[in-house]
């Protein structure tokens, strides 16, 4: 009986040393895990640093930005050199893709959690501001973040209209710890998924080239879209990037010039992490330009007409063999004139190499049975009507479709006629296909045409081209607003016109509508025009 108490005895005092022995060991186990080596082997439940949102909280301290208003973040510190150099404690990433018409090109999100307690992400060209917290107030671990604020257009406003927390939920992602989300305003209110880790640095970049393109053109500029970069942290844990292209992502290029021919190295670096890969691309050199005008398609031109270059072809012959044509607005184009009637001689360049071909310009002639009207340059054109000839100054514009011709008096005034006959001459024309004039009476509007939308005091008209029995009211609301076209089916009786059908409308800034236009106009003898609401 001595025997087994003495044996249960010492059971028991074994047990008691291989209990004090795993504590012990769960002690040490605890310091091999606390992210203070670099976060090698971040444990969840056991934070190096913990920030809760009051005082009071064992084990935390309150985050020092708590009471910070949202709109005091934005000025608070300089943040692309904070995004630079301060401590990270965790990081989020995200995505969205709007997919519109077939546009799947996505917004890539990244934010950083620093150790002094701040928050700040970059969405495309957006910022968002705030702090974190991860412990709650009944001092559990529960990671938020606080989004107090973001960049709306110009300016920074407050974020989600006062709903700040956003709760990061633990994921048992191989290489993500959490998850999350965010608001995104843009085009209308978007949820947009974000997952984080720990921060660790990157200890090396691995790079696949495969799909990316490597043979360049000189000028071409880099298209990293197919590159392959898989980053590895300390931590051990390793993901493929996503995102590898564009202005708003981690991964940045440097060594590449597109106008230097011969091979490249390229490096490729992750933000402002050390680690560093690098692969190679060729850009091939001009061998020769080719600049052909024999097929030029327009050598005639009128007065006043834009240049043609349809038919005459530039291209580039690279040294390994590929031909590739230049665009119209990298060439040199001199000689071409057509502010009057002649010849010129127009000279095309580019790359060191010409070639030269003449035009001629004509004076066009526009007429009726009433007038001719024949453009001498783009300002000034001779006027036949009633056995008079005179020199006015015109404008062309284009209204609905039509080509509208207006007529008015040089500097100086009209010579060759009384001011009595050019008062009497019409002065605004639609020009026809074949260069026929059709008479346009244009009166000013008196007052505003449609009611319910403020605007300026820009002129409004109306116009009647009898020969095509439409009327037109051009319409603007505001000095740098375009101008509101409506053409429209019309009666005429006495000196009142009435619009009965639109045919065709043009709005370019004011939001009116047909519907709420002025229907009657009362004709005026000073040339002016009264709408007149029923």
Partial sequence: MRTTKRTISLLVLAVMILALCMLAFA?????????????????????????????????????????????????????????????????????????????????????????????????????????????????????????????????????????????????????????????????????????????????????????????????????????????????????????VTGSYTHVHYSGYDPNKAGEQTITVTYDREEASATYKVNVADIESVAIDVADTVKKAYKVGESFDASGITVNEVYENGVEQSVPQNKWTIDGFDTSKAGECTVKISYGGQTKTFDITVTAPVYENDDVKITVNTTESATVEFDGKTVTADYTIEEVAGMRIITLSAPEGGITGATEEEWAALGKQYTIGDDDSLAAIASYSLTEDAYKGISGGTNPRNLLIDEANGIAIVTYKYYYSTPTDTFVCKYTKDGNTVTLTECISYTQEGSGATFEGLAKIYTINDNGTATPIFE
């Fill in 27 to 243: 002690a040490c186990g605890e310091k091999d895990d606390d992210p203070d080596d670099g976060g090698k082997t971040p444990v969840l439940s056991t934070e190096r640093i913990k920030f809760g949102t009051k005082d009071g909280i064992e084990g935390a301290k309150k985050n020092p930005y708590v009471d910070t208003e949202w709109n005091e973040f934005e000025g608070l510190v300089d943040w692309d050199e904070k995004w630079e150099n301060d401590p990270i404690y965790y990081v989020f990433e995200g995505s969205y893709s709007e997919a519109y018409q077939g546009d799947y090109s996505r917004t890539y999100m990244y934010m950083n959690c620093y150790e002094d307690g701040l928050l700040h992400g970059q969405y495309g060209r957006e910022n968002y501001y705030g702090y974190w917290t991860n412990v709650n107030a009944q001092g559990e671990d529960q990671l938020v973040l606080h989004i107090l604020a973001y960049d709306k257009g110009s300016q920074t406003v407050e974020y989600n209209s006062g709903l700040y927390e956003s709760t990061a939920a633990p994921t048992n992602n191989t290489y993500y710890e959490y998850q999350s989300s965010i608001v995104w305003n843009q085009w209308g209110t978007r949820t947009v998924l974000i997952f984080g880790f720990h921060y660790s640095k990157v200890e090396s970049i691995t790079l696949d080239t495969t799909k990316v393109k490597t043979d360049y053109l000189l000028g071409e500029n880099l298209n990293t879209a197919g590159l392959g970069v898989t980053v590895t942290r300390e931590t051990g844990k390793s993901v493929l990037i996503e995102e």
